[in-house]
Nanobody, 128 residues
């Protein structure tokens, strides 16, 4: 079982900034899809942002222009920079990855069902 370890969650005021980190292995980070998902209480898990191995990035419409996903290969870490946070962004945030040996086209990176490995999550709370 590949490991993904999230950190960086916390509680902020609306309009604030948080940066989430997901530490993992080199092979996982450079698989076909790595991404961030979130789940609020009573709601389904949803995609936030994902990076394909080609470099193509996909963002959910609700966070476009506010969140940025990035990889740091030197640190084997995936990041999610979240600016201008809103109360509706509050959720448990998870990083996830697909099996590195399984090819996926870029369009598949938004599908939760494609992901093989998940972190334990980090909580984000946004006060209005």
């Amino acid at each position: 079982q590949e490991e993904l370890v999230e950190s960086g969650g916390g509680s902020v005021q609306a309009g604030g900034t948080l940066e989430l980190s997901c530490a993992t292995s080199d092979s996982i980070l450079h698989g076909y899809c790595v991404g961030w998902f979130r789940q609020a209480p009573g709601q389904a898990r949803e995609g936030v942002a994902a990076i394909h191995g080609s470099g193509q990035i996909k963002y959910a419409d609700s966070i476009k222009g506010r969140f940025t996903i990035a990889k740091d290969s030197a640190k084997n870490t995936l990041y999610l920079r979240m600016n201008s946070l809103k109360p509706e962004d509050a959720a448990m945030y998870y990083c996830a990855a697909t099996r590195p040996t399984r090819y996926l086209p870029a369009g598949a990176c938004g599908a939760i069902s494609e992901y093989d490995f998940w972190g334990q999550g980090t909580q984000v709370t946004v006060a209005s």
